[in-house]
């Protein structure tokens, strides 16, 4: 057999490795998926408490499109579902990705996998328990008199999953500094030089994907800054990426 076969087997190999690896991923999902699709409406209700907790007396959300309160509850519980099954996910990317890596390499990258689950999911935490109530406070308190809240509830989905993301991977940030540490893209010093841009870049994405408020834009601001500390802090105590040679 020739080198070139070989190098065919290899892939096909690979592929099909990773067709195998993608039909679990996949069918954990649905079979979650399915599982919660009982309980699409209580998962609704409360992803849509803290609207309904700063709307007026007497208002409530509407459904302009004829599906919508069918189809919104679904994908909502589609998204939990995901949530659900995205630590399964990540170990299915390991575990195709692993026999390829280096012992340092995976020392590395699979406590930064670990890491961005659970920072992740405390964004989205963060944003529901504690901004979300914020900003529709706010978005209420300004609404001119004469004029009915009435959101609909596919938009209303379509803002909180922008939310959820931004917030999301927000907190990823400790992460990326890290990572770029240590594999030596950039040293300590030049994160501590970065800082006063990092700083100015935090209130501007806050700016672009919060309400026009302060309060909202100080809320998602000041973590990013807190967690680009947390992660020069860790890379400290690691020690500097470019100092230190990985062994196999």
């Given at each position: 057999m020739t080198?070139?076969?070989?190098?065919?087997?290899?892939l096909i190999d690979h592929l099909l490795e990773l067709r195998r690896r993608l039909i679990w991923i996949l069918a954990v999902l649905l079979v979650c998926f399915i599982a919660l699709v009982p309980f699409a409406q209580k998962?609704?209700?409360?992803?849509a408490a803290p609207l309904m907790r700063s709307l007026p007396a007497g208002h409530q959300m509407i459904a302009t499109d004829v599906i919508a309160p069918f189809f919104v509850p679904i994908k909502v519980t589609l998204m939990t579902a995901f949530?659900?099954?995205?630590?399964?996910?990540?170990?299915?990317?390991?575990?195709?990705?692993?026999?390829?890596?280096?012992?340092?390499?995976?020392?590395?990258?699979?406590?930064?996998?670990?890491?961005s689950i659970l920072l992740f999911i405390l964004g989205m935490a963060f944003a529901y328990f504690l901004v979300f109530p914020v900003i529709f406070h706010f978005l209420t308190s300004v609404t001119p008199e004469g004029v009915s809240m009435?959101?609909?509830?596919?938009?209303?989905?379509?803002?909180?999953?922008?939310?959820f993301m931004a917030f999301g991977i927000t907190f990823e940030v400790p992460v990326v500094v890290i990572l770029l540490n240590r594999i030596g893209v950039v040293?300590?010093?030049q994160l501590y030089k970065a800082r006063p841009y990092v700083i100015v870049l935090a209130f501007v994405v806050a700016a672009i994907v919060t309400p026009p408020d302060v309060l909202s834009q100080t809320l998602l601001a000041l973590p990013l800054i807190l967690l680009y500390e947390i992660g020069m802090f860790i890379c400290r105590?690691?020690?500097?990426?470019?100092r230190r040679q990985p062994s196999a």
């Open positions: 080198a070139d076969e070989n190098t065919e087997l290899t998962i609704y209700t409360f992803v949530l659900i099954t995205l630590p399964h996910t990540l170990f299915q990317i390991w575990a195709f990705v692993a026999p390829g890596l280096y012992r340092h390499e995976k020392r590395l990258i699979l406590p930064l996998l670990v890491s009435a959101t609909d509830i596919d938009k209303y989905l379509s803002f909180i999953l922008g939310m040293t300590l010093k105590i690691l020690g500097d990426g470019q």
